[in-house]
């Protein structure tokens, strides 16, 4: 058996195929996969995107309070995952149909192949700038993009295992090179020097928006939570180890992202927002190897990810994709596209666009489950068809209106009018869930399904 064969079987073996999987993994463990997770390159440039918008302590309590709440969700999706052993796009099936659900899942692979590309070409740039800086070789990010997102999918194809067991040892190395520039931006400045800069009302950032703007981070992170939580050992485990984990990288990656950019204005240099290259010349090789290294951790996750949905969008043993050869196929997708440069410059849209997808599947997502389903789901939801899962034909259109609802709520109160004091992401939140519970009410369970319950068997 030649080693393609022999790693196929592998992950075949290892529930890589959407059935629901057992939970080993330690709240220790979960922490550091998340902790990694999102120091990334993409969240410390989202810090850059806020001052001089707002003053540096409204732009961090945005942060701070933004991060909170998006966690929530996160944790709360994570914990279906723990419970019942699906992957996030496999529990879709569940309130939008078991056809219903390849319009979320679908979503859910561009948009994380957009994350792909996007933290692909980052690393690029800036291992491209680094080398250029210190042999004069000729500048190519395109090239240097590709070969960094090579090495993502060659790490991602060894399937959850392989994550698990890098990911805390990035997690550390990237901390600590993280203090170092904590600590060099603080040595020649002092929190109330950055405090005192001027803000730029023409930028018309305020608190408001930067709070929608870090609850969109959550909610693109909250489409891989039960991917990674449903091999937590309970759900206990998985939401501490996610909670503290994704808390703790989200808000050192964007503050650390705030305080460069604020070092870079105090010290006079012209603001650079959503560039790494700045970074790499006033912290020199230190954060080039946290940007790299961050973006090998976190976008093996992302095609991962990528894959799990892919391949937990069919059940039924003919239907089924193998983890392997579609890991394979999106990883090559996700190679040629980190070509893409233009993709940089429409970043906080793409945020936003993320926001506009997925809020309402998620709000609709925990109504179904805690107050719809009880927290039970059947095992019908495993079927290719038919059964409790199947609704009209395969569709669920109370879910679909629901969300073409919150979507659109979505980009209107972030684009057209932004609520004051709550922004576009609660609102839409809100709004998506109630929808959905009204039209839902009278298909409520009477009790927990405690016979073929996914929950029972775990």
Known sequence: MNLYRRLDAHLHEHSETG??????????????IWLAANLVVTTMLTGTLFVPGVDYSTAALGILVGTLLGAVVLITIGSIGTRTGLATMALT????????SMLPVAANIIILMGWSWVQAMLAGITVDHLISTYTGAASNPILWSVICQTIVVALAIFGHQGIAKIEPWLAALILGLMGFVF????????????QNLPTDPALGLDGVVVLDIVIYTAISWTVLSADLNRFARSPRAGAVGAGLGYTASTTLAMLMGLTGISYFLARGQDAAEFDPTPFVDSFGTVVALVIFL??????????????????????????????????????????????????????????????????PVFAIMLVDYFIIRRASYGRD?????????????????????????????????????????????????????????????????KRADTGESLEASR
Request: zero cysteines; a positive charge.
């Open 381 to 445: 939801i495993l079927k290719a068809r038919d059964g409790a899962y199947w609704f009209s034909g395969g569709v669920n259109w109370a879910a679909i209106v629901v969300w073409v609802i919150g979507a659109a709520a979505t980009y209107v109160l972030g684009y057209i009018w932004v609520p004051p004091a709550v922004g576009s992401a609660i609102p839409a939140f809100v709004l998506s869930a109630v929808l959905y519970l009204a039209l839902s009410w009278n298909r409520r369970a």
């Open 294 to 359: 961050s973006v090998m951790a976190t976008n093996t996750m992302v095609v991962y990810g990528m894959t799990t949905s892919a391949v937990t969008s069919h059940t039924g043993r003919h239907l089924r994709l193998r983890f392997l050869p579609t890991a394979l196929g999106l990883g090559l997708i996700s190679i040629i596209g980190a070509t893409w440069m233009a993709l940089l410059d429409a970043f906080a849209d793409f945020l936003a666009l993320i926001g506009a997808f997925f809020i």
């Open 183 to 194: 600590y060099t931006a603080f040595s020649a400045f002092s929190p109330a020097d950055f």
């Open 19 to 32: 059935e629901p999987v057992p939970g080993t993994l330690s709240g220790a463990r979960i922490f550091m």
């Open 93 to 100: 099936r569940a309130p939008f149909g078991l056809r219903g």
